[in-house]
């Protein structure tokens, strides 16, 4: 990855290394230029984080095989129409990759739907099994397990997300959970395309952000 990779609306991760409000926020590029990233001003327990200017960050990012990372420094801040940061741009120097995609992992209850598939990923079942997610990631969901579902077999599923509405995933079953009232499975993607789990890592983000906005993490 290079500084002209980055796109708007790319979502990334700021970090705060030392002072205050010293830690890690979820945010997004709003704008570029030649010298200059605009990203969202990040919240945290539903208020604005007032990173002032001159304040030196950390910013993460990851494309479709690895995560890098470069300094950067808050140049100025924009309060309307969006909040927004104006960093410096980095310089292809200034990216480090620092290891493979890895996706963050948003407790979030919607609806699944499943059914299992052969090893060519065909359907053996017609009709869809209806569940509901405990986390969603940009990598796979835990969810409730209402039948005796196997470990490392296939399925085809279905999230009940605007975002990817009708889109099916071929997934495989890695990992049983005990739940204080019943039972979970974790369930790795095998088969998204690259517009599909960017549209769902979007929608994370947002919800993630609606969440803080209310204080609810």
Known sequence: MRPED???NDNIEIEIKK????GKYQSRISDKEEDKLYALIPYND???VPIGTGVEVEVLISDDSAAYKFKSRVINRIKEPIPQLILESPDTEDFIKIQRRKYFRLEVKRKVFYR???KDWEPKEEK???SSTIDIS???????????????IFIELMLDIPAIEGVKIVSKTVRKYELPD?????????DINPRSRDALMGWLFDYQRKLRRKGLI
Not at 19 to 22: A, N, S, T, V
Not at 182 to 190: H, Q, R, S, Y
């Open 116 to 118: 299992r598939v052969n």
């Open 19 to 22: 002072g205050y409000y010293k």
């Open 138 to 152: 940009g990598g796979g969901i835990k969810m409730v397990l209402n039948e005796n579902l196997p470990n490392n």
């Open 6 to 8: 980055l796109e708007v």
């Open 182 to 190: 019943g039972k979970a499975i974790g369930v790795e993607f095998l």
């Open 46 to 48: 539903g208020k604005l």
């Open 128 to 130: 869809f099994t209806e």
